[in-house]
């Protein structure tokens, strides 16, 4: 029995060329009746729709029409039934981030990662709490993240962070530019981690807050854990899993 799908793209000219080849070759049945969601665009567009589709539980299957594609399967309009049908899943559950400040408190869910950045000229001063006990009393630097393994090759990567099997149950906790202690690297948490961060000297050094691609301004506190209470179904072509993708990323050149 033939799958029944629900199309989604990028606002680029070459996503909605897709969608609209897609569409004409494959019925498109709206997101409600549809087995599986085919998102066309690149990593950003996905994790949109990772967000867009989560408490609708639809497998998110995706195809690279962006730059990078490290989430998507490579483009193509033939045989996308067999495709999906042999395809190979990946659970992935998304960090909690709780940040307050002057202006509030906000609530995210992040795929990749949560980053705090100083938004200013000047480093900022953050302590950092594993489970109530203070592991850093003061780290200055650029900023620092935790990342999940989903995303542990993004920003984290860029940041000289480890790389994580997507089954590892492991965050990773990596500095942005530390000053000091400049010797430290980062840390590998276990995944039921809760981290906290406080904002020292958060008026003459502000730092922003983000999840994935929503941003919270000027933070006096952060709270990041992983949820997994939630959790969303990604799909990727037979023999190129995230698992795959994620291991071999440890070999390139």
């Known amino acids: 029995m033939a799958l029944v799908l629900h199309f989604v793209a990028a606002a680029a000219p070459d996503a909605q060329a897709a969608l609209a080849i897609l569409r004409g070759r494959y019925e498109d049945v709206g997101a409600d009746k549809a087995d599986i969601v085919v998102a066309l665009g690149g990593d950003g567009f996905m994790l949109q729709t990772l967000h867009n589709f989560l408490s609708r539980k639809k497998p998110i299957y995706g195809m690279n029409l962006g730059s990078v594609g490290f989430l998507m399967n490579e483009y193509s309009e033939d045989d996308l039934q067999t495709r999906l049908a042999e395809a190979e899943s990946a659970l992935l559950h998304p960090l909690r981030m709780r940040a307050s400040g002057p202006n509030g408190t906000t609530e995210a869910l992040a795929f990749n ?5 100083r938004q200013t000229r000047q480093a900022a001063k953050l302590r950092i709490l594993v489970d109530d006990k203070v592991r850093i009393a003061e780290l200055i630097c650029d900023g620092v993240l935790v990342s999940t393994p ?79 209470s939630i959790g969303v179904t990604m799909l990727f072509d037979a023999g190129h899993s995230l698992d795959e993708r994620i291991l071999a990323e440890q070999f390139v050149d």
């Open 113 to 117: 990662e949560v980053s705090l950045l």
């Open 150 to 228: 989903a995303g542990s090759t993004a920003y984290n990567l860029s940041a000289h962070g480890p790389i994580l099997p997507i089954d590892a149950d492991l965050l990773a906790l990596t500095p942005i530019s530390a000053f000091r202690p400049r010797r430290w690297r980062g840390a590998l948490l276990p995944h039921r981690a809760r981290v906290r961060f406080e904002i020292l000297e958060a008026g003459k050094r502000p730092v922003s807050a983000v999840a994935d691609d929503l941003e919270a301004r000027d933070v006096s506190m952060v709270d990041v854990a992983e949820d997994r």
